[in-house]
């Protein structure tokens, strides 16, 4: 740790903060009087505004509770203080950002976004543009950085933007042929999320947006392994799962999803070209089907046997690939064309991952130069208007109080189609 930098001018720093702590398994507690993150030389200090609830946050503190860490992974807020070779000079005292942090951190007890303050790594940031509100930001934080790193670095698909961050064009990359490029207009000319849905069937509606009357790749067509175009997001209406399908369509591929058929057109005005009720029996063979047995990609958002099943069924008659969110039940590993994986986003950070299997893992500094480079390609989506769309917002009240009552409903599976956010 090093000596900062001011803070630009601002009012000066409290000695101490309010901060959500582990108190033990499935606890946590407001403390009143804990010390504010010390900077690492890279990183800049956020004043909390908003922060958003994460099912990861709950599921910590049931499997693996560091007590007397600082809970929360996401938040938004203002930069009151940069490190010393913070290299972003877009970030300046008064920015506004959000972002990702490791929460519950084994070696770092004083830092977690359930706080009034927070340090980020000045890398691994975004800036918040005007049209976005600090709880949208907030929502965004752990979803952005999830999909980047299990969709378009550990499998990779085609990077979906251009600029900065774009690199060469990945392995398994297929163009688009004129017709998907055409629907792909078609989705992307609506612009916001809420032009998008009207109120009418489940709980939203959705404007018709016109389709090909058939799947790109027509039933019984033989197709090469890996050029299939399609990717299946399972748990489309997750906020995982929702960022995956903007992206996927950014990409020029075409997601089709399940989820609960309530929330059929959330994830259609995201981009899912088809939505399957993963309560229905027949889903993974009705996924197979509608993807013409070529499906070479499955994004799990939920993974858990149920849900790897339906992928496994649903995955083309080639096999291919297939990333969990959660560690891998080997159990439903049934095909051996399959290869099966698992992310975890805080290797991003580049250290080691120092908690118990399966979720520990050793420090991989080429996680971190992707996740630089995602972070500055993707802030060029989120800084145009329309572009990212953030899940629909619960807005709970009672600041970091409240976030514990959210924390319940996380934990309670009370959650479905939204984001939980408390303003702090
Ligand atoms: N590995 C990592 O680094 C990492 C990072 C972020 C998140 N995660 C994990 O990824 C998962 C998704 O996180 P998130 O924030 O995107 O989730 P979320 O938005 O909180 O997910 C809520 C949605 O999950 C769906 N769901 C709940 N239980 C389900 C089940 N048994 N089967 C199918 N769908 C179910 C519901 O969909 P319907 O209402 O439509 O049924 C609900 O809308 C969580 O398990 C989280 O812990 C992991």
């Known amino acids: ?88 000079d877009q970030l300046k005292a008064g920015v506004a950002v959000f972002g990702c942090v490791w929460g519950n951190h084994p070696n770092r007890p004083d830092n977690g976004a359930f706080a009034e303050f927070v340090a980020v790594a000045g890398d691994l940031v ?28 550990l499998w ?5 933007y251009t600029g900065p961050g774009r690199s060469p064009i990945a392995r398994g990359e297929t163009r688009q042929t004129s017709g998907e490029a055409e629907e792909t207009r078609e989705l992307e000319a609506t612009t916001t999320l809420a032009d998008r849905m009207e109120g009418a069937g489940g709980h939203v509606g959705v404007r018709h947006l016109t389709r090909p009357s058939s799947p790109p790749s027509a039933l019984g067509t033989p197709r090469k392994p890996g050029t299939s175009r399609y990717v299946l997001v399972y748990g489309g209406s997750t906020v995982c799962g929702a960022m995956a399908l903007q992206m996927i369509r950014k990409s020029g591929l075409v997601p089709v999803c399940t989820c609960s058929a309530r929330n059929f057109a959330l994830v259609k005005a995201l981009g899912a070209q088809e939505a399957f009720d993963y309560h229905s029996p027949t889903c993974g063979d009705d996924i197979r089907r509608h993807t013409a047995d070529t499906l070479a990609y499955a994004l799990d958002c939920i993974t858990d046997l149920a849900s790897m099943r339906i992928c496994y069924t649903a995955m083309g008659r080639d096999g291919g690939k297939y990333m969990g969110l959660e560690p891998v039940p080997l159990r439903a590993h049934t095909r051996r064309d399959i290869k099966p994986n698992y992310i975890l986003v805080y290797t991003m950070f580049g250290k080691e991952v120092t908690s118990p299997r399966p979720f520990g893992r050793p420090a991989r500094p080429k996680d971190r130069v992707f996740a630089e480079r995602w972070y500055r390609g993707t802030q060029t989506l989120v800084d145009i208007p329309g572009e990212i769309h953030p899940h629909p917002l619960d807005q709970g009240s009672d600041g970091l109080h409240g976030v514990i009552k959210g924390l319940d409903r996380m934990r309670k599976g009370d959650v479905s189609g939204v984001k939980l956010v408390y303003e702090l």
């Open 126 to 153: 975004y800036l918040l543009p005007p049209h976005l509100s600090y709880q949208q930001g907030a929502s965004l934080g752990v979803a952005l950085p999830t999909v980047g790193m299990a969709v378009y670095y």
């Open 156 to 160: 990779p698909l085609r990077l979906p």
């Open 1 to 88: 740790m090093r000596s900062l930098s001011s803070n630009g001018g601002m009012d000066p720093l409290p000695k101490i903060q309010r901060a959500l702590k582990v108190r033990g398994p499935r606890e946590v507690e407001l403390h009143e009087t804990c010390p504010l993150p010390a900077l690492e030389d890279d990183e800049i200090l956020v004043r909390v505004r908003c922060v958003a609830i994460n099912p990861v946050d709950a599921k910590v503190l049931d499997m693996a509770p560091r007590v007397g860490a600082t809970a929360g992974c996401e938040f938004a807020g203002d930069v009151v203080k940069m490190g010393p070779s913070v290299k972003n």
